[in-house]
Each structure stands twice: as structure tokens, then as C-alpha cells.
């Protein structure tokens, strides 16, 4: 779905410093089956935050 796309570009756009296309690319890889690594060796706190903030947007998200 588009919109579903555009909403998930967003939501990695608003948790990293990605440009558009980057986003674009992420997002496509993790529709793909891909997992992708969004942020690494952040505090405990700045994961929580991302977590929430891209599952606002109605993704689903697994810290590790």
C-alpha cells in the first residue's frame, strides 16, 4: 500500500538523519524481508524512544 510506504519512509526519517532515497531504500529492503538496523549502540533511553516513536507510525519494531 502507498500510503502504508510514505508512512514508513517517515517514521526512519524521523528516528535517523536519512535522506529520502535512504529511507526509501531501508524501507524497501525490510518489505523485502530483510531486517535492517536502524540505530546501533544507542542508550536504553533513545531505544525506547525510537521504539515508540516508529510504532506510532505502525511499524513494528524488535530491539536486539
Known amino acids: 500500500n502507498r500510503n502504508n510506504l510514505i508512512t514508513s519512509i517517515k517514521a526512519v526519517r524521523e ?3 536519512l535522506g529520502l532515497k535512504e529511507a526509501k531504500d ?7 524481508g530483510a ?3 536502524l540505530l546501533a549502540k ?3 533511553e533513545r531505544a525506547n524512544c525510537t521504539v515508540r516513536v ?4 505502525g511499524c513494528t519494531v524488535e530491539i536486539v
Open 15 to 17: 528516528v535517523t538523519n
Open 26 to 32: 531501508v524501507v524497501d529492503r525490510v518489505n523485502g
Open 35 to 37: 531486517a535492517e538496523i
Open 42 to 44: 544507542v542508550s536504553f
Open 54 to 57: 516508529l510504532q506510532s507510525y
